[in-house]
Structure formats: C-alpha cells, structure tokens
C-alpha cells in the first residue's frame, strides 16, 4: 500500500465497482483522499444514492476507510425529533454503521468506518471495503422503508419501534 | 475449527496480554469475550461478540459501557448529545439501547481470507481506537452526568471526541 498514493488507491477500488457506478470522482482530502460516488439505490427503482469513500491513514501503519452513504436529503425540520427516535432504534440493529441525521443539512447519512493495515493488499483492502458498503446498503434499503414512510406521516416514529420490536420478537421465538 | 472461537481467542489473548483480564461466555447464543477497565474517564463493562452475517466474513461488535444507572432525565438529555457527538466519530457511535444504559458500539468485517497478522492488528487497533472514542465520550459528557452543565451548555461549547490520527 505505501508504493501507492490514497488517491490512486481509491481510483483503483471505483474501477472495480465500475459495472454499477454511474458517475466517480477522487479528490485529495487534508489527510487522504475522498472518493464520491454515485450509484443506483438498493432501493426505490428510480433512486440514486450518492456514497463517500474516505481513505487516510491512522498512526504509523494503519489506514482509515470512512464511508457515507446520503440515504435522505431534504428532510423537513418538523420531523426532526422522530426521525432522531427511529435512527436511534435502527442503529441497535444494524450489522455495522450508524444512522446521522444531519439536521443542518436535512440529510440523513449512514456512516461506518473500519481500520486496516497498511500491509493489506489492494484486493483484499477493495474486498473488505466493499462488503462493508454492501452491508450498509442492505441497513439503507430497510432502514429507507421505514423514514419514507414515517417522512409521508403514513407512521410514527412509536409505531416503527413496536414494529421493530415486534418483528424482532418474531425472530426470536 | 470454528472459526468464531478462534477470532475470540484471539482477543481474550490479546487482552490478557495487555494485562486486563477477561472471561470468554455466550451472549444471546454468541460466543463473546467480556472484560472491564477500570479508570475514571474508561468504560465500564465491554464486550466483544463475533458473528457471520454471511460466507467467508465475520462480523465483530465491541460493546462498552459508557454509563450505567441513568435517570430518565440524564437519558433524554443524552438522546440529544450523542446525535452531535456521533457526527465526529470515525468509528463507532454512541448508543442509547436501553434507558439506563449509554454505549459505545463499534462493529465491523473481516474477511476470512485475513493472514492472521493483519487480523490481529485490524483488532487491536480498532479496539483501542474504540476505548478512545469512548473515554473521550465519557470524559465530555461526565458534566452533564454530575449536573454540572446541561444538555445544551454541553453542545454550546462545541467540543466533540475526535478521532485523528497522529
């Protein structure tokens, strides 16, 4: 990994997810780079979902992978205190990440960052990172059934977590 | 081999090589590895559970409490920090499972295909990245847990963990 840079590093990585990106652009970032992507949304037929990939490194040999996938933009202020509740009843369940509500920027954004050593190997590095991001799709697609419908009114941020509790419940038994 | 045993051996050895000793037992049918810090501003009690969300990864979650014993009060004020708070982690996110009970949570994968080197250092070095984050927390939001500050003094001062590098 040190022979090369973040940025080629990240260039790499779009190239073999190249099949399903629609648009990548790598920049440098103060400490790494940043790779941004958009690609179509595991969910909704006509979404896209825009993702960004931070690479930087982490002490003497480690490296930081962060990534961010904007599930939601314009969310409206008034939904703000139960759109909090559900994100917080939805990160207990997630396989990795956590839900931010970026209430500047009405957004909505999954977030998981992993570390790994500067000795991993680019396949590896790429293999490792992008079951991560598919791991955090499969939270967006579910966790997206839940916002829309609670950002329709067509719920409330109560009724997801009896929902969540409840088929959690079923699972269980 | 069960391949869940062995990435827990590989912790409790490392923790036990740290010097902190740690118990290996099953939590909600996983094999996990459970130990405890002891420190003002450290977590209390931790957990570290393996999974296999699918063929050929584990799946890795470290559990650490934070606070215990809260008040309804302390945990709606809570509710609102963390939601700044998280924006500034890296990795892993405070969480509020249950209502007396603040956590920091850190999961993550790991191939299989991992030598057994690079395995060992992605562990160690999320674990200690992770006690970070949650002293850091702790130490943040102690005030707040005394009643020497409120909720929104405790945001007004914009001061968040942050986890960079050095």
Redesign the interface.
Known sequence: MEQISAKDYLSQIALLAKDIIHEAAVRDTEDGAALMITAPSPYGEERVLTYCIELEPRGEDMLLFHTVIYCFTDVPEDRFGELAQVINELDLRLTVGSFILFEEGHTVMLSHGFLLGTEVGLDLAAQTLLRSIHLMENAAAIAGDYIDRLLKGECTAEDIRAELAAKEAGANE | MNEELTLTDIIAGYLTACGISCETEVIGGREAVTFQYEGEYLPEDCSVTVEV??EG?R?VRLLMTVFSGLTAEQTADL?RVI?KF??Y?????F???EEDVLFY?Y?????D??PA??LL??LT??LD?ATDGASQGKRLLMPLITGELTCQQIIDRDVFPAQG??
């Open positions: 969300p699918a990864v799946a509710r939601g998280n924006r982690l890296d990795i892993g996110c969480i509020l499972p949570s999961a993550f994968v790991i191939e295909q991992l080197e690079s250092s992605a070095a999320s990245a590098g050095e």
